[in-house]
């Protein structure tokens, strides 16, 4: 029995590490934020008769009556219309605010609960009410407080309490109360508000005074809910309360300082519109920067990983609360099979992070500092930053991102016309400039070298006569050409698709982010590399073409076709995009710029494979991409099973040249079965297409497709012989969706293909794993691993039927077998042969995850063993959503290729037995990247000790990897000429 597989198709390795409030939109990066506290904001408004008064003009002699402004100037009450009417326009859609006015007893009114901006019309009914608001009547400022603790406690009429009930982040409930003067109207201990203060106040263990217009009330009443849970089911729900001294004398001054001390809040002053929008602001500033998103709980969130020979460069971000996320660029080493800095000490402590005192290859001592050493501190100025403007030489100077640019525009940046000269400048000088200045995590205002995020991008390296350069994308937009050669590292340039300049404004201001998905993105997705080799060196030289592709993932929906064939003088060949406005831009007036519209692209999270496909009679250099990721469908994450996707549900062939179209799987496949394709492609395709060749052609014959709604496709592509026609057949092979939101899974990795020869007959194996990689933090759905066989791929056949969960074996448990001679009963898991010999479920096996576990990222099948890793967002960190980031726990799997049985991991058992297990816990915290298997190179070109890694933590080295012995593989891209001679042989 023979195995065939995929391992590593050239001298580089490529992975990702993982090391560390949403809305029903989900985005991978919730992991890192835990839930934020609702934010209750009630407003009570004093609408007292001398709210009529100006603000520092009236006769004193007649108070409580109106007294009407003289001249041009604002009643307090319209100032005060004016301020809340700033300040409500201001606030973040997701705070929850309402308004109680009072004056006098019989006037205190809950005009408006306390709901979200964004919920309805409830914004727009707020500012209509502020707009109708009169001035009458007294001050009884202790009814007013009293009412309000009525509502935050759910005994005020028919009206629930804004605290959440199922919020165990407890609530950020406040009290803004705002009054321009003394209390009054609480004169007697018969006053039905003063009995009904002390009966609240009695709960507590005290009682106020009725003898001072009710400032006692007041004053204990603010003290009561600031120390006491209002709801008793929900801890931290205490209110505190805020004061807002508007045009007062001393004596009303002091009693409000005594209030907002006594209820943990604020006191502020005003006497006009722009300082009391202020006090309005700073009353519940500390809760609304709390409403945000929760600090990230560890400083180094995640890398992507790059290796050559014996170097290794580690794609680094910083997660914070506001749109700029920092980033860098590091090199250090492979020892021995272990991780060592400049000075071949090791770099990574046992919890996989960095050692404090490690220094980086380019750097000195930045240890586990995200924004110290690498390319960030590196980066030097002038910088050359190019943009597609007005030409495809983006080297030119009409393409340079520079302040004596003219051809750049206010529009370009996302500024209005209205922007200042001033302002203009400074947004075009943060594009190319390498300093900026932003507040951290904890609110710190600090001065970094600006890189932007390297949240998926992984690093691709090219190696050239004199210079290998290191390329990668990052989401304030660039992609970065890095001089990995260099004794310091340096950016040898930047490109920045004008499509991204837009994001410059949001970028610049660096606001807090309301919640995960208003993230701005930009060149996020992974990046392919063609080089035309032709004398096999790994060189580009002698005039060799070499190609870079590069989508966007959530930053948009094109993908980038670049020829990079001289390192310093990029051409843009093309933009394939889904966004008709962007080809409607170059049809308008843009005749150079070489961009194709692609009906039904999504985000382009999908990396393209780069290889030759026979086309027409000839040998075409295509790439392949799935149609990518519709978000406005699939980033609900109550989603139920079979839900259809408008956009990304395709494949896509296109000219890897010239980036032209030359076929889309919905109408030019040929359906091996009944109905048209089209009609079996219902969900987007997010996932890397796996493409390859089994018959030593040379060109792409076979490729394999998962979608978002659970099926796998594959695709035959047929050169006939009597024509130049290319046929691509396809059918869909497996279907796996369940029902309602718990059997809605869904595949984000690319398929794991291998093959086996067993009893004369080649069988096609094909690993997928599902998971809501979208909303990992996600425990409603039901999630499995798979082995699908394919029993015809090498006869270009399809089965009949599509394979369904009920006809895989179910291997997550041992079954009870009995011995046949002698009779003895005993637990295993089943073989190959015996899931084969089964007429109902011989079409794979599939394994049953725990209650959240999920597969995010790709499968690697080395010697018969299947490795993947799997995201648990619980595990320690007890429900997913409390306040704190969710770190989450890792499992990496080994397992039977074949049958699913326990491959690699062992347990020692009571009695002495050792047990196979199927996996174990990783330490790598947040979401891990696949397993991946490292052979460095020194520079004398001997070989070092070989070591599997997940991410940044070893898993074994040497001797341990016993599965490494005598690999054979099926590369599943093109084959150089020896490599297919090796093939035949074997």
């Known amino acids: 029995m023979m195995i065939f597989k995929k391992l590593i198709f050239s001298a580089l390795i490529v992975f990702l590490i993982a090391i560390v409030t949403y809305k029903s939109k989900a985005d991978d990066t919730e992991i890192y934020f835990g839930k934020p506290k609702p934010v209750n904001v009630l407003l009570v408004l004093d609408v007292s008769g001398s709210m ?116 165990n982040c407890g609530s950020a409930s406040n009290i803004v109360f705002l009054t321009d003067g003394q209390p009054n109207s609480l004169k007697s201990k018969r006053w039905r508000y003063y009995r009904s203060i002390n009966s609240m106040l009695d709960g507590n263990g005290t009682s106020c005074a009725a003898n001072d217009d009710g400032k006692d009330c007041t004053e ?100 914070e609360k506001t749109q700029f996320w920092p980033g860098n660029l590091k090199k250090y080493y492979f020892k021995d099979g272990n991780i060592v800095d400049k000075n071949d000490v090791p770099a990574i402590t046992d919890k996989q992070q960095f050692v404090d005192g490690a220094s980086s290859a380019w750097s000195i001592q930045d240890g586990n500092d995200v924004t110290l050493g690498g390319i960030a501190q590196n980066m030097t100025m002038p910088r050359k930053v190019f943009t597609n403007l007005l030409e495809k030489n983006l080297w030119t100077l009409k393409n340079r991102v520079e302040t004596d640019n003219n051809k750049i525009t206010r529009s370009h940046l996302g500024l209005p016309t209205t ?23 904890d609110g710190e205002e600090v001065e970094v070298n600006r890189f932007g995020d390297l949240l998926h991008s992984q690093p691709v390296a090219v190696q050239y006569e004199d210079k290998s350069l290191l390329f990668v994308g990052d989401n304030d937009g660039f992609l970065h050409a890095i001089n990995g050669s260099d004794t310091r590292g340096k950016e040898e340039w930047a490109f920045i698709p004008r499509q991204l300049l837009k994001n410059t404004s949001a970028l610049h201001e660096n606001q807090p982010l309301v919640s995960v998905e208003e993230r701005l993105y930009g060149l996020d997705g992974d990046i392919a590399i063609y080089h035309q080799d032709k004398d096999k060196d790994g060189i580009v030289n002698n005039g060799e073409k070499v190609y870079l592709y590069v989508g966007m993932r959530r930053g948009g929906k094109h993908y980038y076709g670049l020829d990079i064939s001289v390192p310093n003088n990029p051409q843009l060949m093309f ?127 076979h490729f394999y497709a998962s979608d978002v709604g ?56 094909v690993a997928l794993g599902s998971g809501y990689r979208a909303h990992p933090l996600n425990e409603d759905i039901s999630d499995r691993f798979y082995l699908f066989y394919d029993k015809k791929v090498m006869t270009r056949e399809f089965e009949d039927d599509v394979i369904t969960e009920a006809t895989l074996y179910n291997v997550t448990e041992k079954v009870s077998v009995t011995d046949p001679v002698t009779g003895d009963s005993r637990q295993r898991f089943l073989s190959i042969f015996e899931i084969l010999a089964d007429d109902t479920k011989n079409n794979g096996w599939y394994l049953t ?54 491959a690699y991991f062992r347990d020692a058992q009571p009695g002495g037995t050792i047990e196979l297990e199927r996996s174990i816990e990783l330490v790598t915290g947040g979401i891990a990247p696949p397993f991946s298997v490292f052979f460095p190179i020194n520079d004398s070109g001997e070989a070092s000790e070989s070591a599997g890694y997940v991410g940044l933590e070893k898993i074994c080295g040497g001797n341990e990897c016993d599965f490494l012995d005598q690999m054979t593989t099926v590369k599943w891209r093109e084959l150089t000429g020896k490599q297919l001679d090796e093939l035949r042989t074997e």
């Open 419 to 441: 922007a200042t000269d001033a302002e203009f400048k400074s947004h075009i000088k943060w594009l190319y400039d390498h300093k900026i200045n932003y507040k951290n995590s």
């Open 575 to 701: 933009t394939i995009t889904g966004d008709k406005s962007v080809s409607d831009e170059v049809t308008a007036g843009l005749s150079w710029d070489n961009v194709h519209y692609y009906e039904g692209l999504a985000e382009t999270w999908s990396k393209p494979f780069i290889g030759h496909i026979k086309w027409r009679g000839g040998k075409r250099l295509v790439m392949i991409f799935g149609g990518g990721y519709d978000s406005e469908t699939q980033d609900n994450a109550k989603l139920e099973a079979g839900a259809p996707d408008s956009t990304g549900n395709n494949i896509f062939i296109a000219d890897a040249v010239t980036g032209s179209q030359l076929w889309n799987a919905r109408t030019d496949a040929v359906h091996q079965r009944a109905g048209s394709i089209a009609d079996t492609m219902t969900n987007s395709f997010a996932a890397d297409i796996a493409a390859g060749d089994l018959r030593g052609s040379g060109t792409i014959e």
């Open 52 to 167: 009529a008064w100006t603000v520092d003009k009236c006769n004193d002699s007649y108070p409580y009556t109106r007294c009407y402004p003289r001249g041009a100037e604002q009643s307090r009450l319209e100032v005060m219309k004016d301020a809340l009417n700033d300040f409500i326009n201001e606030l973040p859609s997701n705070v929850k605010i309402g308004i109680l006015t009072y004056s006098s007893f019989e006037n205190i009114d809950l005009l408006h609960e306390v709901k979200s901006l964004n919920e309805g019309s409830h914004k727009a009914d707020l500012l209509n009410s502020i707009k109708g608001l009169e001035a009458d009547g007294g001050t009884l400022a202790a009814g007013a407080i009293y009412e309000a603790a009525r509502y935050f406690r759910g005994e005020y009429g028919n009206y629930d309490s804004p605290i959440e009930l199922d919020s």
């Open 220 to 319: 204990k009443l603010a003290t009561f809910m600031s120390e006491t849970e209002q709801v008793s089911s929900v801890s931290d729900s205490i209110v505190k309360t805020h004061t807002i001294a508007f045009a007062d004398d001393l004596t009303s001054k002091d009693f409000l300082k005594n209030v907002a001390q006594n209820g943990k809040g604020l006191y502020n002053e005003a006497n006009d519109r722009g300082k009391l929008v202020e006090a309005f602001k700073n009353s519940i500033k500390s809760d609304i920067e709390q409403s945000m998103l929760v600090t990230p709980s560890v400083p180094l969130s995640r890398s992507n990983r790059l290796s050559t020979t014996d170097e290794l460069f580690l794609a680094l971000f910083k997660p």
């Open 849 to 902: 995850l725990s209650s959240g576990e999920k597969v995010l990222s790709d499968s690697s099948t080395i010697n018969y063993r299947l490795f993947f890793t799997t995201y648990s967002p619980s595990s320690d960190d007890g429900d997913v959503k409390q306040c704190s980031a969710v770190t989450g726990q890792n499992k990496l799997y080994a397992v039977s290729v074949l049958d699913g049985k326990p």
């Open 710 to 765: 659970g099926q796998l496709f594959r695709f035959d592509v047929i050169q006939e012989k009597s024509s130049d026609a290319t046929t691509i057949q396809a059918a869909k092979i497996a279907d796996i969706q369940g029902s309602g939101v718990n059997g809605n899974r869904r595949f984000f990795t690319k398929p794991d293909i291998s093959f086996i020869k067993l009893q004369g007959e080649t069988i096609g194996l």
